[in-house]
């Protein structure tokens, strides 16, 4: 019987486990235009209600996001293009938690 042999984990860091990540799920995660977010929350309608709850519901994990998908239809490319970037907002290297909560606030401040 030949004895195994285990090697001790090699250290990786956060940019290689989120490059890692983006190779297998095939994309590339994309930072969110925050200044732009703010600007479609506060130009109100359909898309800005979608897209302000879409990110409370990225940020807060805990609550739900209320919308069907095919509501997606309704948004422009620069819609669609914000709602890919909240999704992506607990992928992109160097999550500042602070920033975020920001433009929640901001975000509750504009919508009902």
Do not use: C
Request: aromatic residues 8%.
């Amino acid at each position: 019987m030949n004895p195994i042999t285990i090697e001790a984990p090699r250290k990786r860091s956060l940019d290689e486990i989120l490059a890692r990540q983006a190779q297998e799920r095939g994309l590339d995660p994309m930072p969110l235009e925050t200044d732009l977010l703010l600007k479609r929350v506060k130009d109100g309608g359909h898309s800005g209600q979608f897209l302000a709850d879409a990110f409370i519901s990225a940020y807060r994990t805990d609550q739900p996001f209320n919308h069907s998908l095919g509501e997606l239809i309704r948004l422009d490319a620069e819609g669609f293009r914000l709602f890919h970037e909240i999704l992506h907002i607990r992928h992109v290297s160097r999550w500042l938690d602070s920033e975020y909560y920001e433009i929640e606030q901001q975000i509750k401040e504009v919508m009902p």
